[in-house]
């Protein structure tokens, strides 16, 4: 087993292992819960029978077995991601639950649902598992933890099956309104603001509820819905947004393409100035190719302006390139949407990329960030005023 490196192990917790090749990690944050629930159940477990520590002590056994059923439930994400053909980067318990990270690039509605789906049902069967169990132990103690964590369970399988984003429930809604518009970002959007109002039933229902019934409630009774529904909001708001921009960037990429002259290295600027024509000045971007035709940089306009009038046929456009990064020409398909240009600018983080047909391999034209926003932008206004 390979360890991690340094720099990804800061970034994701303790690696503790992996499951089918998959990285699984402990967020430094998760601790946090485990002092929570033993904090807090550790007094209602205890027995006037037993040590003072023995309450103390089932609570933290349950904190263990709880993070047990957080990895199964993100394990079966995993699997059902990669037996979709999916790339699957992590596994994480944190604060929050936990999360699986995976590359859902070419994901579709029903895949989409698939792995959503059988994260709770693998915290039902284990509730299941647990209840069935219990019912053939003798000691108190295991049989004490079986009945919580097979309520616990229970419990996180149903909620999460909730139809609102960032729980799995939304995530299938989300899968739902996607089949039915073709629009991922409009299932996004859709889930997202179910979310808020998961959020806004948690506070009302765990808070709200009982102050209007008139029972006196804790400070954790409050707090701990509250952080939950504030977990909840992020999450739904996080999706409105994403699910806007990739509705906005839904368009052919040929939107934000501007047209490109190619140049030979060994080209004299005389020549590339007679190629260009003084018509088409500023119209189009000066690339140049080396020997096998292939993009390399960008005609740097200031320095060619600064070479003398009587050297310009003899300095060759190398001469006044400006290089860009061997990863700056993205191949796409001919039906390829902006979002895919996005994410591949995104991923390489280039600023200006050459765009060449995946097929024919001819480039067709140039990409830049700031032209990307500007269409991107535009969509987003149209969107609000609509």
Do not use: C
């Amino acid at each position: 087993m390979t360890s991690p490196a340094p720099d990804e192990s800061r970034r994701h917790g303790w690696r503790i292992g992996s499951i089918a090749g998959t990285p699984v990690y402990i967020a430094r944050s998760w601790p946090v819960i485990a002092v929570i629930i033993i904090a807090v159940f550790g007094p209602a477990l205890g027995r006037s029978d037993r040590s003072p520590s023995y309450g103390y002590v089932v609570a933290a056994g349950y904190a263990v077995l709880l993070l047990v059923s957080v990895l199964v439930h993100e394990a079966a994400h995993a699997l059902a991601a990669r037996a979709r053909g999916h790339s699957v980067g992590r596994i994480v318990a944190d604060v929050w639950g936990g999360h699986t990270v995976y590359d859902a690039t070419r994901s579709t509605p029903g895949t989409t649902a698939l792995v959503a789906v059988v994260g709770p049902l693998s915290n039902l069967a284990l509730a299941a598992v647990a209840w069935v169990l219990e019912a053939g132990v003798t000691n108190e103690t295991a049989s004490t933890l079986l009945l919580i964590v097979a309520r616990a369970n229970f419990l996180v399988g149903i909620f999460n099956l909730l139809p609102g984003l960032p729980l799995d429930g939304g995530q299938i809604v989300s899968a739902l309104v996607w089949r039915l518009t073709g629009r991922k970002g409009s299932g996004l959007v859709a889930a997202g603001w179910l979310g808020r109002v998961m959020a806004a039933g948690t506070v009302l229902w765990f808070v709200g509820r009982p102050l209007l019934e008139g029972e006196n409630i804790t400070m954790f009774a409050v707090v701990w819905p509250v952080a939950i529904a504030f977990f909840l909001w992020q999450g739904a708001t996080q999706a409105i947004r994403a699910g806007a921009i990739i509705d906005a960037t839904a368009g052919p990429v040929r939107d934000v393409l501007e047209p490109v002259l190619l140049l030979p290295a060994t080209a004299t600027l005389v020549e590339a100035g007679r190629s260009a024509g003084p018509a088409s000045t500023g119209a189009a971007w000066l690339v140049a190719t080396d020997q096998r035709g292939w993009p390399f940089g960008l005609l740097d306009a200031a320095a060619a302006a600064e070479v003398p009038a009587v050297a310009r046929a003899t300095t060759p456009v190398g001469a006044v390139v400006t290089s860009q990064p061997a990863d700056w020409v993205v191949a796409l398909e001919a039906d390829a949407v902006l979002t895919d240009l996005v994410r591949e600018m995104s991923e390489r983080n280039l600023p200006v990329v050459v765009v060449i047909d995946v097929t024919t391999r001819r480039v067709v034209g140039i990409a830049t960030a700031d032209r990307v926003n500007e269409v991107v932008g535009a969509a987003l206004a149209r969107r609000r005023r609509s």
